[in-house]
């Protein structure tokens, strides 16, 4: 009798087309997973972003305020405005809204004060009293420019006037 030998080490058909579907769905499931990670990473980025904003204007606002010498424009108690003037190291400050920038002005010229990545909404100043030191109630709202978050801060804050 002739011994018939049989290559058994191949692969079939129909064990490659399993093969190749598993091989789909693992690769289908890391793709997901990678999109989900750079997606919460966005979302975190955007929340950072609004956060330092509002912690670098809250510290700016309290600066330039508490060292000012005169607090020019709103010039009225209960007066609200869109913009604030201070009288600082002999130099008119002016803070105002251009293009959802919050834009600070002097004889220097004019610095945009938030990040690009978000937008400064629904900004007012209200001068709180007429007296020998008076305080301004700040008010405004940063948003991320990012569709996929809606993170946001409504900001709200009296700082006063320090003359010594």
């Known amino acids: 009798m002739k011994n018939i030998i049989k290559n058994t080490k191949g692969l079939t058909i129909v064990e490659m087309v399993v093969y190749i579907g598993l091989f789909c769905i693992i690769i289908l499931i890391l793709v997901q997973i990678f999109f989900m990670f750079i997606n919460q990473k966005n979302i ?50 002016e803070f105002f809204l251009q293009d959802g920038n919050l834009i600070l002005s002097n004889s220097q010229g004019e610095f945009i004060l938030n990040n690009n990545k978000n937008i400064i909404s629904d900004l007012y100043f209200t001068k709180q009293s007429n007296q020998s030191n008076p305080s301004v109630l700040i008010q405004f709202k940063i948003s991320s420019r990012s569709n996929q978050n809606n993170e946001y801060i409504n900001f709200s804050t009296s700082i006063g006037v320090r003359w010594f």
């Open 44 to 93: 975190s980025s955007s929340k950072s972003f609004v956060h330092q904003d509002f912690n670098y204007l809250l510290l700016k606002f309290k600066h330039d305020i508490n060292n000012s010498e005169q607090l020019l424009y709103p010039n009225n108690a209960g007066q609200q405005t869109s913009n604030l003037q201070i009288l600082k190291n002999q130099d008119t400050f």
